[in-house]
């Protein structure tokens, strides 16, 4: 065995606990969970049942952690995996799946198969056997300190710009304030109007925020490519900075991933709980409206829907403030079959995006959102992840939709009641 | 040499206890495994509750959501019914309460036998279907391995040996029971090691699944 495979193989171990093996035991073959994710909606591929994806993973829980298994296994009766059949499985396991856990919601036996997917990374990565763009970009997050390799200056320069053009005010390093807002990579380089929205709604609600100049990178890369250990140290630079500039709350921007990192996964990475809150972005600006502190006026006249990023709706129980914040702001919001916590994904969380051998797949997938949109004929998409942002614009130019995206914190910016106006809407 | 008499005492008699033996303690030997794995304490904070969460998909994962009904109703429609019509011949048929209150000490109303003999019939049917269906649909001929077609044979079997023996085809009565009885041995020893094992690991594995997502507030 190579000395890789052998940490792979370890590192699978490592990734089985006790709902791992109840949920092996339990597969009943039944390719329920095949009709609740896009790749094989899409495809008609049965390759892409989810359980399928985690063939590796069952194999080892078999051989290390059943009765049955290791004797089956000592008698040369079930072989053991093979660095061969990881390298086979690697595009199931990261080009074909995105984590979003759709199937984890209807199998009948309770399975939840995006939780072993994210295990079964691990022990992929250990093995050597992740895809080249996510090695990259984890590789940039640890030594730059994003993803996509954008440095302090460059959002140094998006701030000065902001503040010069707009007159904003964007408090960098300040200690104490409430709030530290998170951004990611793709914003400041992509959407920096999110930026700006936030620095002109906190301005009018009066909220005491601050970004970090040590730790202003929100995505985690580890978490995608499955590696703990560089999750963790992401995690911990976060952690870090806002213990130092002891804030209240550290605020997940708009991006899916990002806020599964640090809500969920982040005290269990580094093992100990955090002294500070995690909050969406929708979540504060829901709070906001309901403390009236939200003001806005008008209202968007075109029929709107709202994209449910799966790592904040389903994987992470951010649901109804979206949909209240939009409903201030929108005249004709309407919602897609399936949306909320049934929704389909974009198809390019999960590190897909990140993976350009995935890129042909993903925009052929992108057809279920296509056939979800079309069903409202929505005449404008709002998301709250930069992620889902940009592969939605890329899916719908792909299949010739002419529907604009937005981010559902700029949505509620431009509608804000400006100063001097001080009309209650 | 058995006469038929004694062959019928053996099974009902050590046989039986030692099929009941094992599945005893193979079940309780695969909940252990599972069970001694763990699992970590959850160190973010929390926004709902895992044990309502837990329980509330315990029950709720009995009810398909609308879409995946209509994309798999075949699936769904025979898996209702071979289940149901599985329990309802197991459970109250007369002579099965008889012999489970000679056991345990405990009794409930039977229903008509006509009523479990319709009931039979259209198991037997359905899981015919069930097995049709997964030679010829895609995903399931792709995930079946030799154990899934082991456990459908063993699930027919006391369906239909029991059908057969009620209705006394074939040779004498006495032949008939003991084939049905070793059927349901062979039922219970073999559970322990094979997926059959889901009618106990999916309380288990429903519990998780909810227990993850209600702690995060969703309602899995």
Known sequence: MSASLERGIHAFKEAIDGPVASFFSSCVHCGLCAHACLFYTETGDPKYTPIHKLEPLRRVWKQEYTFWGRYARAFGLSKPVTDEELGEWETLVYDSCTMCGRCSMVCPVGNDIAYMIRRTREGMAAAGHAPEGLIGASRRAVTIGSPMGVKLPALEAQIRHLEQEAGLTIPVDLEGADYMCLLSSMEIMNFPEYIGAIARIFKQANVSWTISSEAFEATNSGIQIGVSEIAAELVQRVVDAAEKLQVKAVISPECGHAYMAIRWEGPNLIGKPFSFQVMHIMEVLDQLREEGRLKTTGKEKQRLTYHDPCQIARRGGVLEQPRNLLNIVAEDFVEMPEAGKMNWCCGAGGGVSANERADELRLRVFNRKKSQLDAVRAEGLVTACSNCRIYLEEGLEEYHMDIPVTGLTETIAEHLVEEGEGGER | ?220
């Open chain 2, 1 to 220: 040499m058995m006469t038929e008499t004694q062959l019928l005492v053996w099974l009902r008699g050590p046989a039986l206890q030692v099929a009941i033996a094992i599945f005893v303690v193979g079940v309780a030997v695969r909940l252990l495994e599972v069970l001694v794995l763990g699992r970590k304490a959850d160190l973010a904070e929390a926004r709902g509750s895992a044990v309502a969460g837990g329980m509330r998909t315990i029950l709720m994962r009995s009810f398909p959501d609308r879409a995946t009904l209509q994309r798999a109703a075949f699936t769904e429609i025979t898996g209702y019914i071979f289940h149901i019509g599985f329990f309802v011949t197991l459970l109250f048929y007369a002579p099965h309460i008889l012999l489970f209150n000679s056991a345990l000490g405990i009794s409930w109303p039977a229903l008509p036998t006509p009523v479990i003999d319709a009931t039979a019939v259209v198991t037997i049917i359905t899981l015919v279907a069930v097995l049709i269906h997964r030679l010829t649909n895609r995903v399931m001929r792709f995930l079946s391995r030799f154990q899934d077609y082991l456990v459908w044979l063993l699930t027919i079997l006391p369906v239909v040996t029991g059908y057969i023996a009620f209705h006394r085809i074939g040779v004498t009565p006495p032949i008939l029971i003991a084939i049905h009885i070793i059927s349901v041995e062979l039922f219970l020893i073999v559970f322990p090691f094979t997926k059959l094992m889901h009618a106990f690991t999916l309380f288990m594995s429903r519990y998780y699944n909810g227990a993850i997502a209600g702690y995060r507030g969703v309602k899995s």
